[in-house]
Every structure is written in C-alpha cells, then in structure tokens.
C-alpha cells in the first residue's frame, strides 16, 4: 500500500508517494529525480550511497525512505550553491580525489559529514573516518589530499578555466548511471 509523504532535500520539500519499504536510495534517485546518490553494494559498506540526514552520515542503500520524514536530507546535488561548486567538490576536482565518479558523490558526502563534526581534523582522522567509502580507482591518496587541502584553506577558487572540469564533475553527479558494474 503507498503512502504519502513529503521529503525535505536539500532544503526543498518533495511530495511523493511511495510505498513503505522504499529505500531512501530509491526514493531520491526515482522519486525526486536526484541521481548523484550512487548505488555501489546495496548492503552499506562501501560508502557510494552516502547521504547526510539531520547531520548524520547515512547508506541511503539501508535507509528506509518514511523514516526520513521530517528531516533534512542532504545529497551531493545540494551541496553546489548558486553555480559555485562546494570546496569539497572543487577540492576533488583540483587534486585528483575523484576518477570514474560512482565513489565520489559518497566521499565528499562523507568528508562534508566529518568536517561538519571536526572542522580541522588530522590526516589521521581524515583517514579513519573515510576508511568507511570504498574506492576503486584512486588508491585513497588523492581523496586524502582533496579533504586535506579543504582544511588547509589550499583550494582555488573558481577560475574561467575551470569551467570545463567543473562541467564533468557536475556531470558525474547527475549521470544516470545507477549501480556499479562489480565486473569492470
């Protein structure tokens, strides 16, 4: 039986109807129409579908949709603001953080999330707390220095030739592709 229900992401309200086992994966993704949240493993471990609800970090992959009523929902989609990319999103661009891009939406949810707890967090933490999102095609250094370079303050701010890159990273979080392909 579905039911009906409004979804606040990115600081917009979304009336849906949905049925109760949703996943809030499917929900942002078919429902509202925000495709940046990715599906990696659907069991919670790798980190692909990471979001952030009432500043938790969360597997969209095992989150029920109706238990996220009445909360903010935050996904990648939200995070650029008026055409100007994130920090974090500029950051990966910058330092090589991000590569085929299913990780990559989850990891900058999951370095927002922990910079939003720990504004100045050491390498150290930065690492213990991203060891939860899996990446196939970085080998983790370069996440390491996207992050690392946003609590340095090292980050360029948005220059004209940045234009085409920030063009593929916002093309990255709004692909349609939806779940990995283990076999790559």
Not at 39 to 47: F, N, Q, R
Not at 95 to 114: S, V
Request: glycine share 8%; aromatic share 4%; hydrophobic share 35%.
């Amino acid at each position: 039986m579905k039911r009906d229900m409004v979804l606040n992401v990115n600081g917009e309200e979304h009336d849906i109807e949905i049925e109760p086992n949703r996943l809030l994966l499917e929900a942002l993704r078919e429902d509202v129409g925000l495709t940046g949240t990715k599906e990696g493993c659907s069991i919670g471990v790798c980190g692909a579908c990471s979001v952030i609800v009432d500043d938790r970090l969360v597997s969209a992959c095992l989150t029920l949709a109706v238990t996220c009523e009445g909360k903010r929902i935050e996904t990648i989609e939200g995070l650029a603001r008026e055409g100007e990319l994130h920090p974090l999103q500029r950051s990966f661009v910058q330092y090589g953080g991000l590569q085929c891009g299913i990780c990559t939406p989850g990891q900058i949810m999951a370095a927002k999330a922990l910079l939003d707890q720990v504004p100045n967090p050491t390498p150290d933490q930065v690492k213990e707390w991203m060891s939860a999102n899996l990446c196939r095609c970085t080998g983790y250094y370069k996440i390491l220095e996207s992050v690392m370079a946003v609590v340095e303050g090292k980050v360029e701010t948005k220059k004209s030739d940045d234009a085409v890159r920030e063009a593929r990273i916002q093309s990255l979080y709004q692909s349609d592709t939806y779940k990995s392909d283990a076999s790559d």
